[in-house]
Structure formats: C-alpha cells, structure tokens
C-alpha cells in the first residue's frame, strides 16, 4: 500500500512528509521526524506521555493517524522553550525536583500548558484532575502539582 | 577461634549447631574454614554469601579483618531493587 | 489499509458500503486506534468523516440540540447551551478517557463502539436521544439504544454510519445525572453505571423518568421498573429504594476482571438511586 | 581497609537544592531514552511470543518468514552459541524460549526487518507447533504436592517433603526458643496474608539498539539499572570477551529493579549479528506486563505472642513466594526482613520459593520486603486493637535500636526507627481528628541497602573545573548529588562539577543501580576520588613551593601551607593548579575503585487516613506522612521524591495493582487501563519528614533511600481500611469488589 503526502505546521514550521495510512501520529513525529521527546509509554491513550497538542487540543499523538495532521498546528514539546528561554513551567519542574526519571515530563508539560492557557488560575484539584492521563510512576505527583500551581501563579503575575 | 553464627536453614549442615567455631582471622579463611570443617556448607558457600561483621553487612571481600571478639554471621547474597 | 477522508455524507457511505474488506468509519478515533494496535481489527478501509460538513456543528433544532458525529468530549463540555440542558449527558460524556480522550472522542463513537461500559450511551438512552444515520438508502433517525445489538456489534447495516445525535427539547422541570463505578478518580472503563432522566411537575411530583443502567448486561439496559418506582413520587427513600432493587433485579452481569456479578448488581443500584438524587435536585432547579 | 568512618561538619553544599545537570535535556524532549537512538541501515526487531503459559515448542518453521520481503534475519534460541550455564542460561532462556515455552507471552521466535509493518506481517508466517502442558499461575496451587510441574529436577536441597518440586529455595532466620515465647504470651493471633504479583510500571517499555559486526564485536544502545551488567550477562550468553561489548546507557525512564537484568537485548544482539545490520527492539506495553520481570505474589502465615502491656513474647512466620518460571531469590531478603523491626527474644521466618509459569521475577523496590512485613505489621496491628494499646506505642516497646539482635542475625548500630516512631506519634497527622467511614493506620518498614563494586574518575579541567565520570544510571538525580559531593569535599562550586554515566568502554565494572546504593557508594567512591585529586593538588603545590607534601592543606578550593615550618605561600587555586599542571607533571586526575561495604539500614514510618465508601468499597487516601531515615539529605528534594514515589507506589499495590490471570493461564490485564497505577487525581499530598541518624560507614552518614518508602503503604492502608470498616482485610489488593464484600460479610 503507498504511503500518503502530508504537510502540516509543526511548533511552527511547515513540514511535509510521507506515512503509511495505519502509522500513528507519534511514530511520524519520532521515527520520521526525529522529533523523539513524545515518548510511547502505552500506546492506547492510557499514559499521556505521548501527550501533544492538535488544532489547540490536548491529545495523545498515538491517538491520532499521522494523515490526519494534514493542514493541522502541532505543538510538541521541542517547540515550548522559546530560544534559550525556558517556558515558566519548564524553569517550576526543575525548581520543585518535579521530575526523576523525566520520560513523562514531556507529556506533563504540554498538558499543563494546555491546561494553563485555559484556565490561568486553576486549583490543586482542577491540576490534579487535568493531569490524571498523564501517568507518573517515580515522584507521586506531588512535585508536579507544585511545579504547576507555581508556574501559574508566576504566569498570571500573582 | 571466632565464633560464627548460620542462618536456620543452614544448622542441618552444622550438626544442628547455631554457632560454629572456627580458627579464622579474615573473610575468606572464615569461609574457607567452614568449607573445611562442615562440607554441607559448601554448595551456599559457592552459591554467593554474606558476612555481617559487627553489624556490618560484608559481600565477598576476602580481606575485611575478623577478631575474635567480633560478632560475625553468615548470610545469604544481598541483592536490590 | 486504505484511508479515505471523503466531504458528504453521501460519499462517505457509498466508499463504506463498497468496500469488500472490513471497513471502519474514524470520527475521535480513540478506541478504532487502540484496537488497530492491539491487533483486534485490521481494516481494508478507514473513512474519516471529519471533513464532511456539519460533523463538527453544535445546532439548536427543535427545541434540542443536534450534535454533529465528529464533535469532541471537550468541544461539547464547552458548549453552555447542552451543558444547561443536558448535564447528565454532558458529565457521562466527558468521564470518557482522560482529558487527551476528551480532545477527540465522539459520542456517535462511543455509541458505534457497542461497549456496554460506554459511557455515553446510559445518559443517552435515558434522555430518549435519537441518532441520524445516512446510508445508501438515504438518511434514517433511529433512538440511540437500538444501535448496539451486542458486545462490538451495532444494528447499522453496510454503508451506514451515524452523522449526528439528537438530544430531544426538555419540558419544565427536568434534571438527568449519569454516574459510573471505577476504581480510580479517572481512565477507568465503568465497572457499572447509571443514567437518570426525569421531569417533576410544580410540587416536585415525578411525572416521567427514563432509568438506564450500563455494563451490567450485552447492551445498555432501559429498567421501566425502576422507573415505575420514581413516577408518582416525590424521590422519597422508599421510591429510591424500590428504584435500586428494580434496577438489581433487572442487571443481568458478568464478573470479569473489572468486577463481579454481585458487586455490578449491589453498586448499580447505588449509582441509580444516587444519580436519581442529582437529577432531582437539577429538576428542581429549571421552571 | 579502613573504614569510612563518619565525620560530623557543617556542610556548604551537600543538603541544598540545586538543579539536576540533566534536566535542561528532559525539560525540552532532548534527552534520549532507550527508543530515541537510530542508526544508518537500521532494522527493526520484533519478538514472536507463546500464547499459551506452557507449552512444548515441537518445531519452529521459519522458511516463509526468511523468504519473506524486507526480512533480513529469524532466530530462535538454537542460534545462540549455546555456552551460557546456570542462572546466566536461565536469563537466556527467559529472553527466548529454549524447547518450552514456559509463560504467556515468552519469546519462542525473532525477526529482523526493514521496517516495523514488514517485521509484524513476518511474525505471522512463523509457524510454531506447540504442545499445550499443563500450567500453575497461583502461590497456592504451585506449593500443592502433585501441581503442575513447570520445570524438571529444580526442587531445592533444603526444601521440606510436604511441598511440591516447582519449590527451589528454602531457608529459615531467627534465634530464641519460640515455644517458651508463646507460652508466655497473654494474647496470640495467627493469620494468613496473600498479596498479588505486581508490576514496576515504569512508563518507558524497555528498548534497545544493538549492532554487532561479523568480527564479534558490538555496541548496544539501552535503557538499563546497571549497563555493566547487562555487558557481562549478553557478553556471556552471545560467547564474546566482555571488552569486545560496549554497551551505553540510555537515560532511563524508570526502573525501580524492573531493569537490573536483560530481556531483550541477548536477541536484539543476535538479530543484529545475523543481519549485519544495527537492530532496535523495542518492547510493547503488552510485552512489558507479560515478558519483563514483575514482582513476586506471596502467601505468609503470621503468628505472634504478646503480653497484656504489649511486649512481644515470640514470632514466627512462614512466607511463601512464586515468582516465575526460574528458581528467584528474593525468598531470603524477604524473610530476613520480615521481623527486621523488632527486639524480639524469640523469633523464626522460613521462607519458601516456588516456580510458576510466570516470567521471571525481578526486583521490585526492596524485594520481598514489603510481602512479609505487610503481614507482620497487620497482625502486631490487631494485637494493638484487641489488648486496647496505641499501635505506635506497641511498636516503641518491641523496637529495633542499637544492640539489638536482628531477626536475620546481626546485632544493629545505630538505627533510627525509634526516633522516627516517635518522630510519627508527635506529629499533628496522628493525632487529627478522624470522621465517618474513615480509619487511621501506620506501619513501620526497613531494607538493607548496600555497596558493591564502584568506580568513578574526577578529572581536573585545565580551566579549574571538574568533569566527574561514574557508572551509575542516574534515575532519581544522582548525578546531582555527586556534583554536590565533590564540590562539598573540593570546596568549590556545585556549577564547576560536570557528572555524566560513562559507557562500560570508560570505566572499571560498576554495580547495578539497585539496593539504594549509588548515593551511598558511588558517592563514597566519589568523595574518595576527590580526595585523591586534592593529595596530587597538595603535592603540585608543595613542589612549586619547594617545601614538604605533608605541609600542604586544601582548604575552600585552596592548598595552602600548613604546619610549623611551612613558611609564608599565598594560597594557590585550584583554577592556578589546574592551568600549571601541564608543567607541573601532566593532567591531574582523582580515581577511586571499591566494592564499597557498611551501607546503613534504612527504616521508615508512614501514617495513613483513608475513606470508605460503604455501599460502593470505594476508597479514598485523605492524608499520608511518610517518615524516614536518611543519614544524611544530600539533596533534600530529591530523597523527598524518592519517599512520595515509594509511597505512592505502595498505595497503587495496596488499593488496585494486581497480575490477573484466566483460567488458561493468560495475563488478562497487560495495559495501563487494566493494571491501575495510582492517577495524580486520586492522591492527596505525601507529606514527607526526613530524619538524618547518621551512617557511621559513610564519610557524610549517607543512608540509601531508594528503597524503603514502598515497603510501610501496605500494611498501613490495611490497618486503616481495616479500623475504617470494622474488618481485618487479609488480602492484597484491596480492591471495591473486595472490600464491598468484606463490609457486606460483616454483617
């Protein structure tokens, strides 16, 4: 079966590439992009590390066919620091220790900052219920939490 | 002499003993002398073990000094997770 | 595998009715992909109906609401008019997957997908929705519970797919509420749940409910006994009573790994006099 | 050889917070885990697995799969060399099945091809004929005389005539006469204990990129605990010299004991070296539940005597564990730990391993640790309940302190489980008011910790700034914390250390990253290395100065003269040092070799307040406070995360992880939907309180961490679920449905 032509607007770069009808976004991303901080943790949707944002959304990249980027805005987590300026919540995850091993950092990340642009100023419970896709098996949490109310509080000049 | 203390599973091998004596001043002649003197010892002896040395867990370093006021006890391979 | 992303209706439906292999339609996706991974399906075709017209609208129609079949759990939650109509429908929809779930899932999909833990499709049967389905013989309307049949199969016959759910216009005082068990706060498939649907008249007399339970047989279980037991009353314990052993009595389920035939029977019948409960209380609160 | 003995001073950097040097790169995707390497002319490798738990492999049939477009190797075990013996063999044998396929889902055959859709569509052309046997998944059913046996002439020396031959390991800890114990005894209760097996549910599936040349040379690429060890194991099992292997470690996406061994990297060798190209493997979610190393399940009888004012008078226990289809060990820390937080007089734990047909067990955060002494703590919690007693007052009186002779032996130094007892009663959490539905529980926890062969080289820049190499894969900041003990025993900068993991080409045998070691060894070995540099930089000195080595200190980044006759020197830097040292005898470099000794015990507390709901069995965690033993809080955060993530782990064991298995012997729950990982929304905060009793055996008190905070969760969510519905819960995982039909039961 041929692969099929796509272009699409990736951390703001126009990008163009071919995938097969049944690849999955995150595997175009990784494999052909070499795009590799989306990470496979599960491949059902259930652990978020391959958390991305399409079209403004919150999605799981392996969740999504890589045709069905076509014309679409990807924003993955090479594309959250702007230069050598960190994202305020990148500089928070590494201020609170919200992170050990990292593989789920990157999903987290994204989730936050989709949940923040949202909603400015959201509570630990808002925080925690936002994040429950995105599995972490080494910090329980806590520091993640913290790393984001902070980041938020910062963001929103608080 | 240093009086060496084995773990339950291990007294069938000793006579049934708790604590053994043997003439010994390091790790290994320690282990060497159990060898020696209860041979059922040998197969765990082989398969890997331990020596708490005052309190302090030891794994296979031959030439950590034995006293004969020291408490020494026998115990199986340490490993982590 | 071929993918096919075709802009009517029409279209979409003669591809699907002539293609020899299986063929699947892709609207979120979020279950079609995880059992293409998992080896469960391997379709010959994949039409994504994203692109046809109207698929993403949320319209006003009739005093209801018709929500198109590609509309996502997050763009629904964002919509103030269904959320003030329908929350039950909404918050059963929106306990979908994770928030990453919520930026794609569909209720035709949840529907479509024939689980009988979907989330969705309780609140659905319970507020009498109503599916549009196009097919090669035209477009027919079709109530939401006769679309699963049993376990991963639906009623809909070759070229068919559902292209917009109905949620029918809500007279007075009216309140409905969905709750599901799962053993987390979230990403769990419901253990057991249930939908409630009803209207109370201006002293809080209970004049009409729709009662549905969901995981605790082949497809969503509409229990008129329980719901025999609120018509007439004011939700008093005794009626919320008779509703949860009606509803027990009804539940025909399975242990599995997720749960057992006397945990579903016992906590469905928590879940409906509980969801009952919020209902009224919602009902109350619209004239 | 001198020990290290502890030294008290007031630290500058060790015990503040700095940032990881790692976390740039995993902040923005840059860092590369075990998936993220490719390599020209890479193939990708997929694995064939057995559907069935037992089964006789009669043939394989590759041909069509070779014939196959695209596909450009197939192996099966035959074409290993074949010279692996002993437990080595065994870890071969559970990366790909040798004449039995021996669990659900084991490795029988492998492919290599172009791309991930080709190898997948090969799989399917492999033809296997199978003989089903009968299979054993349960602790229960696998001890029983007559089960299925899941392999021939494995039965342990020592193992007792009433259990079966799937029983490989036996052995028995204690002192004391128990019979006089229990006579003395005002109240005794005995039961029963079961805990399911469970997984690390690290979220990055193992992955590796192996290229091997035709001259038995090779590289491998892979997300690993202990990269050396992975070395010797594959150099083993592939029949290659140990140098001609250089394997790199990935960064890692936790481990937690799940990645001390090989699953896949022997095969991806293989793969690589019959299709003389590079080969990544990379392994399913699926694949990690049903083919990598979950913990063991466990079945333990308690029975321990008290009297009416809540002294412990004897204790036995008999610990049973399964844990896969090779002989395991964790059977003896677990019953070594069982009782290791009590004086006790009279005490005995045998312990019992068993085969099933399950893959091979690997370690799990303290190993065996938290299956018995869950059991313990439940029953010395009842004791407290029935006699009317405080259940931390109960364990103040029968608790572990210097002197006392350990359950498994040894008499302990200084320990700080009565401190941190009393630590817990005083905090506020023990004494909040409780409401409706809800219970308090607490429970003590202990591990070992330990040394093991460690080598680091810290060399001194031209420019005064250090690059420090070590061999530990670095999960929970330990690189960090390296950086932070040089600089501490160099006197400068935390910002002027550079700690990377060197490959096992650049560095003398590391141990695994395992045992809560590395900040305890590998900085031992470091504050060691850093020593050595200081001595050369003191001898520079005195050279240039042209007085006596011994009249040289370093103080603050500075040798300076010391002692009677050192005469006047400005102090020199180690940044002057470093720009002369090329004309003072060439680059200075500090190392340091070891198999390091003395790690400290490490205890914990924890207290927990949960909620049930009663028509539902829903439970909820309100509040939880960990308290634990550091020694000495290199990085406070860092050990901070170690206590929540333990924690947290322990509560996803107690409430809702488990292996389920069908009658047909298959996994039936290999996803992150069905195993139930604890989600950031069913948590509150874990509070943390960290008490530092130092290590005498380390030159700063380090005690390792890593490991005890899973150990507590599981008997403190049992006592508090049990005080919550008025039921002694006596079975792990607690689930709705259970604990539903426990308040149901209770009439």
């Known amino acids: ?158 | 002499m240093v009086k060496v203390t084995v773990w339950g599973s291990l007294r069938s091998f000793t006579d049934g003993q708790a604590v053994v004596e043997v003439q010994a001043d390091t790790f290994k002649s320690v282990l060497d002398a159990l060898a020696k003197d209860y041979p059922g010892l040998i197969p765990q002896i082989e398969a890997g073990v331990s020596l708490a040395i005052d309190g302090r867990i030891y794994k296979d370093s031959w030439f950590t000094p034995v006293t004969p006021d020291s408490e020494v006890v026998l115990m199986p391979l340490m490993q982590g997770g | 595998m071929q993918y096919a992303a075709p802009e009517t209706a029409k279209e979409a439906s003669r591809l699907l009715a002539e293609c020899a292999g299986p063929a699947r339609v892709l609207a979120g996706g979020t279950d079609l992909l995880v059992q293409m991974k998992a080896g469960m399906v391997e379709p010959a075709l994949v039409v994504d109906i994203k692109k046809i017209a109207g698929m993403r609208d949320i319209t006003a129609e009739d005093g209801g609401w018709r929500i198109g079949a590609a509309v996502s759990g997050a763009e629904l939650g964002e919509n103030a008019g269904v959320t003030a109509d329908w929350p039950g429908v909404v918050e059963a929809f929106e306990l979908i997957g994770s928030t990453q779930v919520q930026g794609r899932c569909t209720m035709a999909g949840n529907l479509c997908n024939a689980s009988p833990a979907g989330d969705s499709v309780p609140a659905m049967v319970a507020a009498n929705a109503v599916a549009r389905i196009h097919g090669p013989e035209g477009v027919r309307d079709c109530p939401v519970g006769d679309i699963p049949v049993s376990p991963g199969k639906t009623s809909l016959g070759k070229g068919e797919f559902v292209t917009s759910i109905f949620l029918p216009a809500r007279p007075g005082h009216c309140g409905d509420a969905y709750l599901r068990f799962i053993p987390r706060t979230e990403m769990d498939i419901a253990v057991c749940s249930a939908g409630v649907s009803l209207v109370l008249d201006d002293n809080g007399v209970c004049t009409a409910a729709r009662v549905s339970l969901g995981a605790v047989a082949p497809t969503v279980l509409l229990v008129d006994a329980a719901a025999n037991a609120l018509i007439g009353s004011k939700l008093d314990d005794a009626a919320l009573e008779a509703c949860g052993s009606a509803c027990a009595a009804a539940a025909t389920p399975i242990s599995d790994k997720r749960g057992t035939v006397e945990f579903r029977k016992d906590v469905s019948a928590v879940l409906a006099k509980r969801a009952a409960k919020i209902a009224q209380q919602r009902a109350g609160g619209r004239s | 050889m001198a020990f290290d003995e502890y030294q008290k001073r007031d630290f500058k950097v060790i015990g503040t917070t700095p940032l990881r040097p790692d976390g740039i790169d995993k902040v923005t995707g840059r860092a590369q885990y075990g998936a993220d390497y490719y390599l020209p002319g890479m193939l990708v490798g997929k694995m064939l697995r057995s559907p069935y738990a037992h089964a006789k492999i009669k043939s394989i049939d590759t041909s069509a799969a070779r014939a196959m477009q695209g596909v450009k190797a197939v192996v099966t075990a035959d074409d290993f060399p074949g010279t692996a013996t002993g437990e080595t063999l065994d870890v071969q044998d559970h990366c790909l099945a040798r004449g039995t396929a021996l669990y659900d889902g084991h490795a029988v055959a492998a492919v290599a091809a172009i791309d991930a859709e080709t190898a997948r569509q090969a799989l399917k052309l492999i033809k296997v004929d199978y003989e089903v046997l009968p299979h054993v998944t349960s602790i229960e059913d696998a001890v029983k005389p007559g089960a299925p046996l899941v392999q021939e002439g494995r039965r342990g020396r020592k193992v007792p005539k009433q259990f079966s031959d799937n029983c490989t390991g036996w052995c028995e800890f204690g002192h004391g006469d128990l019979e006089a114990g229990f006579a003395k005894a005002d109240k005794i209760i005995e039961r029963t204990f079961k805990t399911s097996s469970t997984h690390q549910g690290y979220i990055e599936p193992h992955a590796c990129l192996a290229s091997m040349g035709s001259d038995g040379r090779a590289d491998v690429w892979c997300c690993t605990q202990g990269h050396f060890h992975v070395r010797n194991l594959c150099a083993q099992i592939m029949d290659m010299d140990q140098s001609a292997l250089r394997v790199t470690a990935s960064e890692i996406g936790g481990g937690f004991g799940g990645k001390t061994t090989v699953f896949i990297e022997p095969v991806a060798l293989l793969l690589s070296l019959k299709a003389g190209h590079p080969v990544k493997v990379v392994m399913s979610r699926d694949e990690v539940f049903k083919a990598s190393g979950p913990t063991v399940a466990s079945m333990t009888d308690v029975k321990i005597g008290m009297t009416k004012d809540g002294r412990i008078t004897a204790a036995d226990a008999l610990i049973r564990y399964e844990g896969g289809a090779w002989p395991n060990l964790t059977i003896f820390p677990g019953a070594q730990s069982a009782f290791a937080c009590y004086d006790l007089e009279a005490v005995r734990a045998q312990g019992l391993n068993a085969l099933t047909n399950r893959p091979l067990q690997a370690a799990y955060r303290a190993p065996g640790a938290p299956q018995s002494i869950y059991a313990v703590e439940a029953v010395v919690d009842e004791l407290a309940l029935e006699l009317g007693l405080d259940p931390i007052d109960v364990r103040l009186k029968n608790a572990a302190k210097k002197g006392t002779k350990s359950s498994y032996g040894p008499t302990y130094d200084d320990i700080g489980l009565v401190q941190l007892l009393e630590a817990a009663k005083a905090h506020p959490h023990y004494s909040a008011p409780l409401g409706p539905n809800q219970g308090r529980g607490i429970s003590s926890g202990f591990w070992f910790n330990f040394g093991g062969e460690t080598c680091v080289s810290l060399a001194l820049d031209f420019d005064g700034s250090i690059t420090l190499v070590e061999g530990n894969p670095d999960i929970g900041g330990s690189r960090a914390s390296m950086s932070m003990m040089a600089a501490e025993e160099l006197g400068i900068p935390y910002e002027k250390v550079r700690t990377i993991v060197a490959d096992t080409a650049s560095l003398g045998h590391n141990e695994v990253t395992h045992g809560s070691r590395v900040t305890f060894a590998v900085g031992l070995a470091t504050i060691k290395a850093a020593r050595a540099a200081k001595t050369e930089m003191c001898r520079r000195a005195a050279k240039i100065w042209g007085i006596d080595e011994d009249a040289v200190v370093w103080e603050d980044g500075f040798a300076k003269p010391a002692g009677p006759n050192a005469g006047e020197y400005e102090p020199m830097s180690i940044e002057k040092i470093a720009k002369d040292s090329p004309r003072t005898g060439g680059p200075i470099v500090g190392h340091h070799e070891v198999t390091a000794e003395g790690a400290g015990v490490s205890f914990g507390v924890h207290i927990c307040d949960l909620e049930v709901d009663p028509e539902t069995g829903f439970t909820k965690i309100l509040r939880y406070t960990v308290l634990q033993d550091a020694g000495k809080a290199i990085h406070p955060q860092y050990v901070e995360g170690q206590l929540q993530g333990g924690a947290v782990q322990g509560i996803g064991w107690a409430l809702n992880e488990e292996y389920i298995y069908g009658e047909d012997g298959r996994l039936q729950n290999a996803g992150f939907l069905d195993y139930r990982i604890p989600v950031a929304s069913d948590l509150p905060k874990i509070d943390t309180v960290i008490l530092e009793i130092p290590n005498p055996g380390h030159p700063y008190g380090v005690r390792g961490v890593g490991e005890t905070g899973i150990v507590p969760p599981l008997a403190a969510i049992s006592n508090a679920m049990s005080h919550a519905i008025g039921v002694r819960m006596q079975e792990l995982p607690m689930s709705p449905p259970k604990v539903l039909k426990a308040i149901k039961n209770k009439g």
């Open chain 1, 1 to 158: 079966m041929s692969k099929l032509h796509v272009t699409t607007k990736i951390n703001g770069d126009t990008v163009e590439y071919l995938c097969d009808p049944q690849e999955s976004l995150l595997d175009v991303l990784r494999d052909r992009l070499r795009l590799t901080g989306a990470k496979e943790g599960c491949g059902s949707g259930d652990c978020g590390a391959c958390s991305v944002e399409l079209d403004g959304r919150l999605v799981c990249s392996c969740l999504v066919l890589g045709v069905e980027a076509e014309g679409a805005e990807i924003n993955t987590i090479e594309g959250m620091a702007t230069g050598e300026t960190l994202h305020p919540l990148q500089r928070k995850f590494l201020e609170h220790a919200a992170l050990q091993c990292g593989v789920c950092t990157p999903g987290i990340l994204i989730a936050a900052k989709n949940l923040l642009e949202r909603n400015p100023d959201p509570t630990e419970t808002e925080v925690r219920y936002w994040l429950a896709g995105n599995l972490c098996r080494c910090t329980g949490y806590d520091k993640i939490i913290n790393a984001v109310m902070d980041a938020a509080a910062e963001m929103r000049g608080a």
